[in-house]
């Protein structure tokens, strides 16, 4: 009975010691756990340099295009005949003007969905010269007299400034050749998961984003659309650092790995924007295009909805419309 009594004990003795070690690994996992977890960079503003983008000067296009129009020269006196073939050309500078803006601002990722649908996921960076383009588009347009364009343009960029921020719009959009035969599909990318990676290789999260984006889209009721803004700059070993440093960033890239479609995991998929060369020419910008119009200006100028065929001839003149409509107006 001693024997058994013995046997019984050194049992016991054995399961409290397995218990204590599992309590010791369970509370040294609660220990490492969080220093394996990166934190959310806090954002900050850089001192050193011109780290707000959105502090920047007028593009002389925009002064260019809009005296030609003569617009300024004749204040309440009705636009007819000549000025306002005039004032065609001007918008037709202003229209070409704001398609080069979209077009060197955006990258696309395309998705197949099958034979004969895609989707195509479009990043567009919102930069200064790109709202100066939509705004000038939106006061010819109206036929607005500004005496003094510059302060003007410098006064409708002060708002985009005060938020202290990179500003993007994501654009999802999906096209279908056989337009008989369009089958349902759900994609899901978590913007919280969008990072902007620098040229120090620094994932950075958005700041803030339209609640929309993170919602399932079913590709077959139509685009859904949004803006996406990153901090300026982020707090690192009691520093701030600037985020894209036109010092060392050539590109801005935009990656995620939280894209799902139909409930299953997609590829990688980076988005890859050219942003500062490594030297500048020196070449002058040359003079904006007042050609003959090759383009119906007397339909809708802004558009309230992106065409959705990439390869279509008039795709990115049609979404830099789109994009003015957004800037200009929200959603």
Not at 284 to 302: E, V
Request: aromatic letters at 8%; proline letters at 7%.
């Amino acid at each position: 009975m001693s024997g058994g009594y013995n046997k019984r004990a050194r049992q016991l003795q054995t399961a409290r010691w397995w218990l204590v070690i599992i309590l010791a690994a369970g509370l040294s996992a609660c220990e490492i756990a969080p220093s394996q977890t990166p934190a959310k960079p806090t954002p900050c503003m850089p001192d050193a340099g011109n780290a707000n983008p959105y502090n920047s000067s007028p593009h002389q296009w925009a002064r260019e295009i809009y005296q030609h129009s003569g617009i300024v020269m004749n204040p309440g006196i009705p636009v007819t005949g000549d000025q306002e073939q005039q004032v065609l050309r001007s918008r037709y500078a202003a229209l070409r003007f704001l398609t080069d803006e979209t077009t060197r601002w955006s990258a696309v990722k395309t998705i197949r969905l099958n034979t004969s649908s895609e989707v195509h996921i479009i990043i567009t960076y919102i930069h200064p010269e790109l709202i100066q383009a939509a705004y000038l588009n939106e006061i010819l347009e109206k036929k607005h007299m500004i005496q003094d364009i510059d302060a003007q343009i410098i006064q409708a960029i002060s708002k985009v400034s005060r938020r202290e921020e990179l500003l993007f719009m994501m654009t999802v959009v999906s096209h279908h050749r056989d337009a008989f035969n369009i089958q349902k599909s759900k994609l899901v990318m978590p913007v919280s998961k969008l990072m902007l990676k620098n040229s120090g290789s620094i994932p950075v999260a958005p700041s803030h984003y339209d609640s929309n984006l993170d919602q399932p889209i079913d590709i077959s009721l139509g685009p859904i659309f949004g803006f996406v803004a990153y901090p300026i700059g982020i707090q690192s070993n009691n520093r701030c650092l600037w985020v894209l440093d036109t010092t060392f960033n050539n590109k801005i890239v935009i990656t995620t790995d939280a894209l799902m479609v139909d409930g299953l995991k997609s590829d990688s998929h980076a988005w890859a924007i050219q942003y500062e060369p490594i030297i500048e020419s020196g070449i002058p910008i040359g003079s904006p295009d007042f050609s003959t119009l090759n383009y119906d200006l007397r339909q809708p100028p802004s558009a309230t909805i992106p065409p959705s065929n990439i390869n279509d001839v008039n795709f990115w003149m049609d979404y830099s419309r789109f994009v003015w409509k957004q800037i200009l107006f929200g959603n």
